[in-house]
Structures are given as C-alpha cells and as structure tokens.
C-alpha cells in the first residue's frame, strides 16, 4: 500500500504539555515512519504559558513531518482538536491525546472500517475487548458512566463512549463535520458525534487500549459542563442547526 501526499493527519490538542508532550510526539512519528503512507503531525498549541512550543519546535528539528499550530489565548480542548482538523490536510484524520494516553497504533486497527464504509471510527473504553490499565479514581469513573447514561438520552444513543480522546475521520468528514461546530471546551466530542449522525456518516465505535494519566488536566467542572452542553447539542439537533447531508 504506497499513497502519494499526506494519507494521514494526526492532530494533537495541547495546551501547557512541555513535559509530556514531546515523548508521545517521539511514539507518534517513531510509528508512522514505518509506515508506506504520507503523514503529518499537527499539534495545536492552545494558548499555553510553558514552553509547550518550543518542545514541539525542538523535536521538529529533527522530523519536518511536525507541524506547530497555535493562536494567541486559550479558546479549550473543543477550539484546538477543531482548528487541528480543519488545518490539515490528510484523507483520513485522528485526533488524540498529549500524554499519549491511547497510542497511535491503534489506527491499524482502525483503517479496515473504512473499507467497510464507515466514515468516523472511535477508540472506546466501554466496548468490549477493551482495555484499561490504569484506571481513574472510582469517583470519576462513576461520574463518566452516570454522564453517559445522560450523553446517550440526549444526544448520541448507542454510543458506549464518547469522551476517548481518540477518534478518526475520513477527511471530507471531518471538514463537513468541524465546521459545523459550536463548542469549544470539553463537550465537543459528543457534539461532533451527533453533527456526524446527523449529516448521515457512519459511525464505528471500536475497543481501545487506554492508560490514565494520574496528572490528567480535565477538571471536576469538566463533567458538568459536559451535562449542560449536550442539552445545548440536543436542542441544535431539534432546531436542526447543523443540517442535513
């Protein structure tokens, strides 16, 4: 399998990651050069305060394929994974997490549900043959399941998980897609999902290998937020916002 230009862009959300960041951009590029396809990495740096772009700048020194995009303050998670796909250029796009927290293998995995005419395919934590060796606190994960209960009555039925920060787009998705979204902070994944159902993509939920990150950056606040935003998404749905395909 050879393609000629970039067959696939990652895109890296990354606001204050100086430490973790570059050992996962390492892995990142470390497998895609093994693999017979164009490529490219975009991390977008949301408004950091460290030396987040200049770890990026650093390890690019040495893989021109790393590209740093960033903008003046911090806009949220939602902002940069949605300026990261709609900068890049790739036919099939994935966003993932800074501290590498589901690896960039899994795309392997991945790619033969688009041959079977998936337009999205997302990493889960909650389907089976998934795999989690470092679990949250036992609160957060209580929280995570009594919100998808509710993420799934408003919004997304059918979906185990939409919070995974792991997610693939065929390219015209993602641009049809990203484009058509409000939030910029931690909801947007459930909002993106529903955009997609919407606009008639397929959607593929597959079992991931998944390790938290003692020192993740999302918030108590976040799961609230998340609530109140997929009320947001549902009465977009109901308006019929974000169109029709």
């Known amino acids: 399998m050879k393609h000629d230009g970039v067959y696939l862009s990652v895109v890296i959300p990354a606001y204050n990651e100086e430490q973790r960041l570059p050992p996962t951009l390492q892995d990142v590029a470390a497998y895609l050069r093994n693999q017979p396809y164009g490529w490219e990495i975009a991390v977008v740096n949301d408004g950091s305060t460290d030396g987040t772009a200049d770890a990026v700048r650093a390890v690019a020194v040495h893989e021109p394929r790393i590209r740093l995009l960033q903008y003046g303050r911090n806009?949220?998670?939602?902002?940069?994974?949605?300026?990261?796909?709609?900068?890049?250029?790739?036919?099939?796009?994935?966003?993932?997490?800074?501290?590498?927290?589901?690896?960039?293998?899994?795309?392997?995995?991945?790619?033969?549900?688009?041959?079977?005419?998936?337009?999205v395919v997302i990493?889960?934590?909650?389907?089976?043959?998934?795999?989690?060796?470092?679990?949250?606190?036992?609160?957060?994960?209580?929280?995570?399941?009594?919100?998808?209960?509710?993420?799934?009555?408003?919004?997304?039925?059918?979906?185990?998980?939409?919070?995974a920060g792991f997610k693939m787009f065929r390219g015209a998705a993602a641009d049809d897609v990203f484009s058509r979204l409000t939030l910029d902070r931690w909801g947007f994944d459930v909002e993106a999902l529903?955009?997609?159902?919407?606009?008639?993509?397929?959607?593929?939920?597959?079992?991931?290998?998944?390790?938290?990150?003692?020192?993740?950056?999302?918030?108590?606040?976040?799961?609230?937020?998340?609530?109140?935003?997929?009320?947001?998404?549902?009465?977009?749905?109901?308006?019929?916002a974000y169109g029709k395909k």
């Open 75 to 119: 806009r949220g998670k939602g902002y940069a994974v949605r300026h990261g796909m709609l900068h890049t250029s790739g036919e099939f796009r994935v966003f993932m997490d800074a501290d590498n927290s589901t690896t960039i293998d899994h795309v392997a995995q991945f790619f033969p549900y688009f041959e079977m005419d998936f337009d």
């Open 123 to 163: 990493g889960s934590r909650d389907v089976a043959g998934a795999q989690i060796e470092v679990h949250q606190v036992w609160w957060k994960e209580r929280l995570g399941d009594l919100g998808n209960l509710w993420i799934q009555f408003w919004a997304v039925p059918g979906i185990e998980d939409t919070q």
């Open 194 to 240: 529903a955009v997609a159902r919407a606009r008639g993509y397929r959607i593929a939920e597959r079992p991931i290998h998944w390790v938290n990150d003692p020192n993740s950056k999302v918030p108590t606040g976040a799961y609230l937020q998340v609530l109140r935003e997929v009320v947001q998404v549902r009465l977009n749905l109901w308006r019929g």
